[in-house]
């Protein structure tokens, strides 16, 4: 690996190679939607491949909200996976695995049809189409290819895994000049990252939209010489649309003051409008795709089962925490305090909708390659202002106070203790941003700059890359099927 790849491929070409091979190992091998949500993130997908912006209103009531009309033959499989995830198969793993392939098989292979059954979808009802365009345009393809159910759920699947490969790509290829490039590459290569880029799924491009600003972030901070024609495009575009597909990391955005007027390559009051003007539009959109979706907040508690959905209102609740903000500090500390080894393991991977927790091998050699990727990034302290350095680190505590503060609102009871529908793999987008504050809060953590040195840890942050990726695809399929 040393003297074949390292020395001959640079770290984008690498990525494009292991995130398709692996990527496309879990677009196929995991059953027709096993992936986490992906029954109701199919039913948002296929809602904008059809042209709806906004789903339909079912009534508020447990178990009705917001949704559309969807085939008959999407309705009988995503009630078949249903069924079979809440009545496993019996066995003494205690996890749950399909109980026949013969059916899927079946299933997978009837024709789509007209949409003429309604279907719910509350909890990804709230998303923008923009979150869902790569999956709706693989749906359309295989509508107008007259795909059955098996094949369009693959090709929405494929879809969405190569506009990540497309986008971090990218990324990674503007900063092929900076060793920085590898806490991109690592964190797109996390197990639970390429997991969801391979399923139909908003996280898909989410990820690799605030990758992609991180890494364009990075090129106007550390490389020398301007920002190309297309390297300002996608600047503005992952700027504008960051907020639009998960509010919560909206705060990334503003990383893009960051970047010196002179990389941009025009006058500098020019370079502040340019700069400016995408965060402006960002916020904007946001606002009103926020306020034009506002009525659909109330039914994202009738997701949660049991009587608990009752005590969730969200109106009440920001009442609550205006009134009571100690409290709902407190609430974040007990969150933190009972579910952090929860969250430090989903980061790296739960993967599928059975939520297999990948090996404590694979997350030691996760954890040991997000490390090597800060001692192999070169020493750009110098380069940056401590006021620079500090504004890392508050845009990545905003977005969590961000996150932290939405589902308070949306998905935790009236004045609860602790905070519900958190899950681990929502940092990983600022997993990128706080490396790059710890590599430039510690400078002198780094390897000594020789070239047989850094081939070598970039050889074993390879390795380390490759081996978490392969046992964690080896224990999922294994404990699935």
């Avoid at 677009?27 to 029954?39: C, K, R």
């Amino acid at each position: 690996m040393k003297k074949n790849i390292i020395a001959r491929c640079n770290a984008h070409s690498l990525f494009v190679v292991i995130a398709l091979v692996f990527g496309l190992v879990f677009v196929f091998a995991t059953p027709l939607l096993w992936g986490a949500d992906e029954t109701t993130q199919l039913g948002r997908a296929y809602q904008v491949s059809e042209g709806h912006v906004q789903p339909e209103f079912f009534g508020i009531f447990h178990g009705g909200g917001y949704g559309g009309q969807m085939p008959a033959a999407f309705i009988k499989l995503i009630d078949y996976v249903n069924n079979d995830i809440t009545h496993p198969k019996p066995n003494a793993l205690g996890i749950h695995q399909v109980n026949s392939t013969a059916a899927y098989k079946t299933l997978g292979a009837q024709k789509i049809g007209p949409a003429t059954t309604p279907y719910v979808f509350s909890n990804t009802a709230p998303y923008s189409p923009l979150a869902y365009a790569p999956s709706a345009v693989g749906l359309d393809v295989g509508h107008l290819l007259q795909l059955r159910v098996g094949e369009a759920i693959h090709l929405a699947r494929l879809f969405g895994l190569l506009v990540y490969v497309a986008l971090i790509w990218f990324g990674l290829k503007v900063l092929q000049k900076s060793r920085v490039k590898w806490i991109i590459f690592t964190v797109a290569l996390l197990p639970m990252s390429l997991f969801q880029a391979s399923m139909i799924t908003a996280d898909s491009i989410t990820i690799a939209m605030c990758l992609l600003l991180v890494a364009l972030v990075l090129k106007g901070l550390f490389l020398a010489g301007p920002f190309r024609r297309a390297d300002i495009i996608m600047l503005c575009l992952s700027v504008v649309t960051v907020p639009l597909l998960k509010p919560t990391y909206l705060p990334l955005i503003f990383l893009a003051l960051l970047i010196p007027d002179a990389k941009l390559s025009i006058k500098s009051s020019l370079a502040r409008l340019l700069k400016g003007a995408p965060i402006l539009a960002g916020l904007l959109f946001f606002g009103l795709w926020s306020f034009e979706t506002r009525h659909i907040t109330d039914t994202l508690r009738l997701v949660i089962p049991g009587t608990v959905w009752s005590t969730i209102n969200p109106s009440l609740q920001e009442h609550f925490l205006i009134r009571h903000p100690l409290s709902y500090m407190g609430a974040i500390v007990r969150t933190f305090i009972l579910y952090d080894n929860a969250y430090f393991n989903q980061f790296f991977g739960l993967l599928g909708f059975n939520y297999i927790q990948i090996p404590a091998v694979s997350i030691a050699a996760s954890f040991l390659s997000l490390i090597m990727a800060l001692l192999v990034s070169e020493n750009v302290r110098e380069k940056l202002s401590k006021l620079k350095v500090a504004s890392i680190f508050v845009v990545v505590l905003a977005s969590v106070l961000f996150m932290l503060t939405t589902f308070y609102i949306t998905l935790t009871s009236v004045g609860g203790g602790t905070i519900g529908g958190l899950q681990g793999r929502y940092f990983i987008p600022l997993a990128a941003p706080l490396l790059l504050g710890i590599a430039l809060l510690l400078p002198k953590l780094r390897i000594a700059y020789t070239k047989v040195a850094y081939r070598q840890a970039a050889s074993l942050l390879v390795a380390l890359v490759v081996v978490s990726l392969t046992i964690s695809m080896i224990k999922y399929y294994y404990f699935t099927f």
